[in-house]
T-cell receptor, first 115, second 112 residues
Framework: GAVVSQHPSWVICKSGTSVKIECRSL??????MFWYRQFPKQSLMLMAT?????????EQGVEKDKFLINHASLTLSTLTVTSAHPEDSSFYIC???????????FGAGTRLSVL | DQQVKQNSPSLSVQEGRISILNCDYT??????FLWYKKYPAEGPTFLIS?????DKNEDGRFTVFLNKSAKHLSLHIVPSQPGDSAVYFC???????????FGTGTRLQVFP
């Protein structure tokens, strides 16, 4: 149980285009979903927290107009990287909570490469 | 300011022996601690957690110890297996939020 699916697993795009990443909780209702970014050999940096039907809460330093988050239902959240640039290339990971307090279940991550 | 620290970036252990991964934190308000395991290019997998009201939690080969006075927790893996080779992250949360603060990770390598 507590499976989180994230798609796509790898995406390559041209600079200036937008990329959408989906995160789905497959067997539970996610009261909260989280989006992280991980740079090579570094920790997971929380970008934003989203609750179904409400606006996402972004961490300090994260551009909300750059990283659009939509949490349309209790099982789906999307992250759209708008007008992507090479510096946005990174590993993006989503997680969801709702099974047990404080425990987040993670998707497999998305490797974004912006050319 | 790194509130959760894993000072050992890597650890190498022989198969069958004990692996001990350490984590220190600075925020005394943290009330819940978790350990995650992560393979390259994959998302972290939840391993084990502990509430601040306890000092030990065990699940199979994994045991987490919490020393609140020292603001220190550790994960013991006994016996270590080659499949345990991965990066291990500790994480902590405060009582009024679902957010997790992650450490920088320790790469564990278990060799035959």
């Amino acid at each position: 149980g507590a499976v989180v699916s994230q798609h796509p697993s790898w995406v390559i795009c041209k600079s200036g285009t937008s990329v959408k990443i989906e995160c789905r909780s497959l067997d539970f209702q996610a009261t909260t979903m989280f989006w992280y970014r991980q740079f090579p050999k570094q920790s997971l940096m929380l970008m934003a927290t989203s609750n179904e039907g409400s606006k996402a809460t972004y961490e300090q330093g994260v551009e909300k107009d750059k990283f659009l988050i939509n949490h349309a239902s209790l099982t789906l959240s999307t992250l759209t990287v708008t007008s992507a640039h090479p510096e946005d290339s990174s590993f993006y990971i989503c997680s969801a909570s709702g099974v047990a307090k404080n425990i987040q279940y993670f998707g497999a991550g998305t490797r974004l490469s912006v050319l | 300011d790194q509130q959760v620290k894993q000072n050992s970036p890597s650890l190498s252990v022989q198969e069958g022996r004990i692996s001990i991964l350490n984590c220190d934190y600075t925020n005394s308000m943290f009330d819940y601690f978790l350990w995650y395991k992560k393979y390259p290019a994959e998302g972290p997998t939840f391993l084990i957690s502990i509430s601040s009201i306890k000092d030990k939690n065990e699940d199979g080969r994994f045991t987490v110890f919490l020393n609140k006075s020292a603001k220190h927790l550790s994960l013991h893996i006994v016996p270590s297996q080659p499949g345990d080779s991965a990066v291990y992250f500790c994480a902590a949360s405060e009582p009024w939020t679902d957010k997790l603060i992650f450490g920088t990770g320790t790469r564990l390598q278990v060799f035959p």
